[in-house]
Nanobody, 118 residues
Framework: QVQLVESGGGTVQARGSVRLSCVAS????????MGWHRQASGKQRELVAS???????YYRDSVKGRFTISRDNAKNTVYLQMNNLEPEDTAVYYC????????????WGQGTQVTVSS
C-alpha cells in the first residue's frame, strides 16, 4: 500500500507562484510514476503533469512553460512548481501514483486547494 500526502496549496494572486509537494510512503513508492492532477469546481479531474522514476516528464499544453514537475527519489517526494499562475489554474490539486505498466493511477493523496485571484 502507498500513502501520498500533499502540501503547499493556498491562495495566490495572478502571476504569482506556488510549489506543491507530495511525499509517498510504502515499499514500492520509489518505483512509481507520479502525477499531479487537478479538479476545478464542476469539471472533471485532469492530469497536469507527470514524471517517471527516470525523470521523463509530461505536461498538458495549458501549463507548459509555467509549471515544472520534479522528484527526489531519495526522499520519495515529487514537486510541482507553478509560476505565472492564472485564475483558470484554480482547483484542488491531487498527487497520484501508478505502478510501472499500469495505465491507471492507483494511489491518491487527499488533495490541496490552490486558488488564484485576479
Amino acid at each position: 500500500q502507498v500513502q501520498l500526502v500533499e502540501s503547499g496549496g493556498g491562495t495566490v494572486q495572478a502571476r504569482g507562484s506556488v510549489r506543491l509537494s507530495c511525499v509517498a510512503s510504502g515499499s514500492i513508492a520509489s518505483g512509481l510514476t507520479m502525477g499531479w492532477h487537478r479538479q476545478a469546481s464542476g469539471k472533471q479531474r485532469e492530469l497536469v503533469a507527470s514524471i517517471t522514476r527516470g525523470g521523463i516528464t509530461y505536461y498538458r499544453d495549458s501549463v507548459k512553460g509555467r509549471f515544472t514537475i520534479s522528484r527526489d527519489n531519495a526522499k520519495n517526494t515529487v514537486y510541482l512548481q507553478m509560476n505565472n499562475l492564472e485564475p483558470e489554474d484554480t482547483a484542488v490539486y491531487y498527487c497520484g501514483a501508478r505502478e510501472v505498466g499500469s495505465p491507471q493511477y492507483q494511489y491518491w493523496g487527499q488533495g490541496t486547494q490552490v486558488t488564484v485571484s485576479s
